[in-house]
């Protein structure tokens, strides 16, 4: 454009220019923040546990395993959990690659990527939808708990954590309050796409005394059959007479057992002479932490930790200036003897 029509109207530039200005600085205050620009390739992660099996196992499950074993023993069954899952991904619409991991906790993560530039929203579909279709390859301990599918989300917003100075709570506790009171207020903030707990949840726990059970004949699956027999949410449905003026009763129960003493009382066989054997005759049974290889302390304290993880497209900065908010909050009311401590933060990085 020939410069003469601006130098010849100067008043019009002049409007040009504060426009041009007074959108830049409403620019300023509505554009996301992030640490990092939006460049890297779209990811879905796909997420299975196999309680118990260690980390050969998990990778001989998704990676090569069929839909039926004939004859195979129990060591081939348990070991049928990650290949399946990555053959069935294979090939999804606009995938590049795929990378998978597998703990000795039974845990296994796959990581898609796809091209840049595609939808993660429908990413995340076509993946399930794979999954969906090798489900019943895997085995039924792992599709119990259930495959997760979801965005990955890499950009770390704040990492925090729950701890005793006075060493007056322990990690068990800490971690039950975080998962309770903490972690749901988190996850309703707007741009927070995940919270990770560095911990277990608080669970029931069977110590079975290998003693007692061989005294009885007794293995650890009989345990977990007893378990899926007794411990059960059922449809009592009611009961009456056929009749004009009969009344009909509506039968309750009271469902699955929540307490360490209803759980020992359990009733595990017969023995001779009309008694019978009892959970708490042949185990311990307590609450406690779900899994016992998470270990977490702040300045040599229990403490339970969290890492916040951001939601695509959100602005990085109100983000944590809301989780701040939450934490500040939430602090008013912690038990007397604990306190929360940010140890990493990315505003620091953004504005350093």
Partial sequence: MNLRFFIDRPVFSG???VVIVLLGMISMFSLPVEQYPDIAPPTINVFATYPGANAETVQKAAINVF???PGANAETVQKAVITPLEEAINGVEDMTYMTSTA????????NIYFK???NADMA???VQNRVNGALSQLPAEATKTGVTTEKQQNAELMTFALYSPDDRFDQTFLNNYVKINVE????RIS????????GSNYSMRLWLRPDKMAQYG???DDISAVLARQNIEAATGSFGANHPTANEYTMKYRGRLSGAEEFGELVIKSLPGGNVLRLKEVADVELGDEYYNYSSEVNGHPAAMMLINQKAGSNASSTIKEIHEVLDDLSRDLPEGTEFVVLTDTNKFLYA
Avoid at 103 to 110: H, K, L, R
Avoid at 184 to 187: F, M, Q
Avoid at 191 to 198: D, E, I, T
């Fill in 116 to 118: 840049q530039g595609t």
């Fill in 67 to 69: 839909a039926t074993y």
């Fill in 184 to 187: 749901p207020r988190l996850k």
């Fill in 218 to 220: 007794l293995i650890p």
């Fill in 124 to 126: 995340a579909v076509n």
């Fill in 191 to 198: 741009g927070v796409g995940k919270a990770q707990m560095f």
């Fill in 103 to 110: 703990s000795n906790t039974g845990d296994a993560s796959i």
């Fill in 15 to 17: 409007v040009i220019s």
